[in-house]
């Protein structure tokens, strides 16, 4: 066991699985002699060389388009996109080539690919440093998303989206990089793509979330609990796409009151599909309209930092969506 | 030619009677299959045929030069000499063109014209135009990393260097010196579009600008084609980088059996180009050069129509998918047999 | 009053955008000469000239790009994409730029353009010409997102979205295109952006939708009232981005049953959102669960015919899901 | 120089000492704003610089030739050189590096180095790298729909000409003869990237495979810009079509405050482009050339600092916007005074 943080989890996991498997890469900007913008890949150029942790020109779609090439010709690539918010020139190329390749080839050509995407709102990122962009890539078939918010859980994630013969959009929330540190199991956990994890076991109500807010949401049902006797369960879905239903579902059912709460833009955002499935699939159970929390439809995080606090949903917000629910 | 030569074309490319023979064969059999699938199509048997008739020669030159099964090809929808030459069937190309369950591009998922085999590494051709360059550089850059002599073919038509992938891929090929053949079918139009509004400048004077070379050939002569290609695939074997083909050539056809081309072209210039066919322009080489004689090519003929006919009466008669197939291997098994 | 198919109502909005306001032009590839692989832009270049009806390259990022370029500088160009599936290469531009350009600027820019695309599933269509991606669109606050069935309403929204100083995507189902003509008033009928439209009144239920499953729904809501007395009311969003959430939901607490239905992949579809919206907004007047209708996750309508058949929602679903709607 | 001339550089180009000066100034005013920034930032008043140094004669000698509020400006992150001399201020600079509510270019919503003035048709730029291409590339079609003498100035560092929308936009000015200059500042590195993972061949010999004129030029050498960049404009505005310009400069500071430098480069190497550094490059032209002595040039840089010191002391007193400016504005309101 090994107490890491996240970007530590990120990069043991790309680490090891490069020690394991020589087809396993990384490509990307500034990954190599700087290690990365967020130093999630230092070290690694040095260990592994100039091609298998490779410095990309600054062309995303090309990233994407040569990791596709490369597994189809013997490889593992892991791609990063430098921030979240620079992956739409690459959304051709994931959404609908790598997603498409084993459907369309009738199953001759699969695409084991990894993109790593570190996403979310950090103070003075501002509009194009800080955006939540998953629900982009979870209406196609074919791809999987994850975000998972724990280090044990992102290296273990990591490791299974390397070995998964499917694409797969890995999302790293910036902000929670270097925020706590956990232990994690030496090798890593294995924590399957497309299984949900409950992080807190309870009876009241239910917490879907992911993320930084999954932090603040945690912290909100330990003060529920000791202030109020109120037990939240908090699920995170760790799979974004395809959604572990099941265990979403099994916890409202359990709790008949559901708050959904992430830092995307609320409308259009993955809230609304877990939401939109949560209502149907435990109508009979619901005590309580299923809740929703998100940033407000605004293109996002200003760089002022005054104007910032507005933006985010925040603990406060959180607590206030969970004792509606709790007293409803 | 009004040069004099001591020796032949062919000779000087070290090509012989065989090989030419091949060649020539190829071109006759994509033609021939596109001939069968308008056909079947006026007869309403087929909803949609997009057309390789005029870029044989571009098509077969080229990918006569790749070992099947080794070397990766990207091909696009016009390619069906490329897919052709390097092992694909006309019993292949009229299963795709009908949609059965034995189409080995996609089982009836995809429209005609996006090839694949994994055996013959062809790869899983898209409908968006350009997507397959940077996807090419990948492949070929997985060459370099294993210091394998494989070399990668990715083609396109002239529209579809205007998109950015294909600059985006250029420029990458060019930063690591990778084994890939660029080969830009520049048959002058892009639906209607015609190319003074789709390329600026020379396509082929652009490979200079990423620092590797370009050459822009006649794509109705398949030894000139052959020739070209024969040089570039050499030299990206040898690890010296890519090459980038500007082939010129023209679509005989519509753009496809969706497409009314009297709107933007002149029947003339069809007409034209019609005495620039590549395939009877190889076919007098061959008769010229004493490589085939009329019987002999009849003969050929024969034998091609006649596979040409079985396949349709095969494809025709064979089944679609189950309609399950529709909804099911949307996703690699983990853990599965790769 | 003129009776007009849905294409040739856009071809007229189109048309008569163009002559009442010179600043107004149309880009894409083949919509010139060729006038548009639909023949949407036909007669037009002969009418506006070749930089009024312009013919590009095969760039979609350079389409919306020059459009944006275009508005800044006094112009108000509709841009044709010229299948909903080629709209990736665009994305950027369209979401981080186009609908960023106000925000960002703190309202010195503004972007009034036009993205019109043409989507949907036609047979033969396949993987790559055939698939329904409006959600991509709607979780981008700046941007409006509009999709119109009908003829009239689609002149007007078309007219409507050009005036409108924001950039608006403007999706137009192919199959509907000639499936029917309708009465549309000369100079076409004012409709606006963001509102919903009830094509049916009915107190027993209410389906909403819109592109070909609303012509279908259409049909299954007659059957309905004539075989079982259920008359179901019928709501077209119009506006997917930012809906129309009071008329959605006033309909959703009339009937207490709610059905979405849409072409989309469901998950992650546009329908998500509307079904999360009732279940919140309407909880309370609810009878039944919201229940969605889409295509299944996969990606998309095969080529082969009898392939087809298996992935459309269709009459028979929309009828079961009513059905089990009328009688919860 | 080593070679004779019978007249000065500048009275080749015809640039009389006041233009000469001005042209200075904006340099130092770039230069001395960018210096307080760093020095903010140092005291944990500013959370991120994003620099111009080392590059303001590329970025002045090619705006000057610019009409400001008539012409179209496409600057990137590092521009402040080009802003300036268009007509922004120290003041607008450092309210924008603060977030301050009065920040020209957004009230405080975007980070720093991100202009945008609609006064100057400075267009609001993004921090994604190579957006501004094609939509430069449009505002130049407007000019020439309606006859207009504009032009448009589209700038960007080498990493941008890698995307996909820096080719798509040479190829559409091309294909129509657009008045837009492309001014690629080629400073070796994009972060941590340096040039020859970055860009294969030679950026500027790319634009002739576009059928447009490249040209590349000592991007340290104000005068030398100047010249390149008045030929490309005015060509432009005589509608004869678009000019690529790679200004071959050096970025003097850490890719920004966030960076650190030391992990991909040399220290030594820096020193040796200090030594070319254009601010006393062109001091010493000028000093020379008699057109400044010392006195006036403290003069001049006292003027300036005490300009920029005064800026900064009212943007550290600027209030912030409210906090709600963060949540309206989303959308310009239909019928409204636009
Ligand atoms: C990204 C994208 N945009 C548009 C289309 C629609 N489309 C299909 S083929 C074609 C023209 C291609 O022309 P060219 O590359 O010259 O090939 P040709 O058909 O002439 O062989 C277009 C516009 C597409 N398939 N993909
Ligand atoms: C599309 C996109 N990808 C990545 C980034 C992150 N990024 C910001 S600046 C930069 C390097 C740009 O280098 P260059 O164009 O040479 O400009 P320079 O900073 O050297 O002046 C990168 C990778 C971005 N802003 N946009
Ligand atoms: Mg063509
Ligand atoms: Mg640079």
Redesign the pocket.
């Known amino acids: 066991m090994t107490t890491k943080s996240l970007l530590q989890a990120i990069h043991d996991g790309l680490a090891g699985e490069m020690r394991a498997d020589e087809t396993v890469m990384v490509l990307g900007?500034?990954v190599g002699r700087a290690g990365g913008v967020f130093r999630v890949t230092e070290g690694l150029q040095e260990e592994f060389g100039e091609y298998r942790v490779m410095d990309t020109p600054?062309a995303?779609s090309l990233i994407a388009g040569a990791a596709i090439g490369l597994s189809v010709n013997g490889m593992r690539p892991v791609a990063e996109i430098?921030?979240a918010d620079?992956i739409p020139?690459a959304f051709d190329q994931i959404v609908s080539e790598a997603a498409r390749f084993y459907y369309r080839s009738g199953g001759a050509y699969y695409v084991p690919i990894t993109v790593r995407v570190p996403y979310g709102v950090v103070p003075g990122g501002a509009l194009?440093h800080s955006q939540s962009v998953e629900a982009w890539f979870c209406n196609t078939p074919g791809l999987k998303v994850v975000a998972p918010t724990y280090p044990a859980d992102a290296e273990g994630l990591l490791r299974s989206a390397i070995r998964d013969p499917n694409p797969v959009v890995f999302f790293e929330h910036k902000r929670c990089y270097r925020l706590l540190k956990e232990e994690v199991p030496e090798g890593g956990a294995v924590v399957p793509v497309g299984k949900a994890r409950i992080h807190r076991a309870g009876t009241d109500l239910t917490v879907v979330s992911y993320g930084f807010v999954l932090h603040q949401a945690l912290e909100v049902a330990e003060k529920l609990s000791t202030e109020h006797g109120v037990e939240a369960e908090v699920v995170e879905p760790l799979t974004l796409y395809p959604l572990d239903r099941g265990t979403i579902v099994d916890s409202a059912k359990k709790t008949g009151k559901v708050l959904v709460a992430s830092e995307a833009n609320l409308t259009g955002s993955v809230s609304a599909e877990i939401a939109a499935v949560v209502a149907r699939e435990a109508f009979e159970w619901l005590d309580a309209p299923v809740m929703r929390l998100g940033a407000p439809d605004v293109p996002t995080a200003p760089f002022a930092k005054p104007l910032l606090e507005s933006f985010m949903p925040g603990a406060e917000k959180i607590e206030a969506a969970l004792l509606e629910l709790a007293r409803y | 030619m009004a040069m004099k030569q001591t020796r032949s074309r062919h000779e000087a490319l070290a090509l012989g009677a065989e090989e030419l023979l091949k060649i020539y064969r190829h071109m006759l059999s994509a033609r021939r299959t596109d001939e069968r699938m308008w056909i079947l199509n006026r007869q309403g048997k087929a909803a949609f045929v997009v057309s390789c008739q005029g870029q044989e020669a571009a098509q077969v030159g080229a990918a006569y030069n790749l070992r099947p099964g080794h070397d990766y090809a990207y091909p696009y929808y016009r390619d069906a000499g490329i897919v052709m030459t390097l092992g694909m069937t006309a019993r292949d190309q009229l299963l795709s063109l009908m949609g059965k369950g034995e189409d080995p591009n996609s089982g009836g998922r995809q429209m005609p014209g996006h090839f694949s085999s994994r055996e013959l590494n062809i790869v899983t051709a898209s409908a968006p135009i350009g997507v397959q360059f940077p996807q090419a550089a990948g492949t070929a850059l997985a060459f370099k990393m294993r210091k394998e002599d494989g070399v990668v073919l990715a083609s396109g038509g002239e529209a579809s260097t205007s998109g950015g992938d294909w600059h985006e891929a250029m420029n990458f090929a060019g930063v690591h010196d990778l084994p890939v053949v660029f080969l830009v079918q520049n048959n002058v139009y892009s639906i209607s579009t015609p190319e003074p509004l789709q390329v600026a400048g020379s396509i082929a004077a652009r490979a200079e600008g990423y620092g590797f070379p370009g050459v822009a050939v006649d794509g109705n002569d398949v030894l000139a084609v052959y020739e070209v290609a024969r040089g570039a695939v050499e030299r990206a074997r040898r690890g010296e980088g890519p090459t980038l083909i500007e082939a010129k050539t023209y679509r005989l056809t519509g753009h496809s059996s969706d497409d009314d081309d009297r709107r933007y072209r002149e029947r003339e210039e069809i007409e034209e180009w019609r005495l620039k066919d590549p395939i009877p322009r190889f076919e007098r080489y061959l008769l010229e050069n004493g490589v085939l004689d009329e019987e002999g090519r009849d003969e050929i003929d024969g034998k091609v129509k006649a596979e040409v006919k079985e396949a349709s009466d095969y494809a025709e008669n064979a089944p679609f998918a189950e309609s399950g197939f529709a909804l099911e291997g949307v996703y690699a098994v983990v853990g599965g047999k790769r």
């Open positions: 900007e500034d600054l995303e430098q921030f620079f020139p194009y």
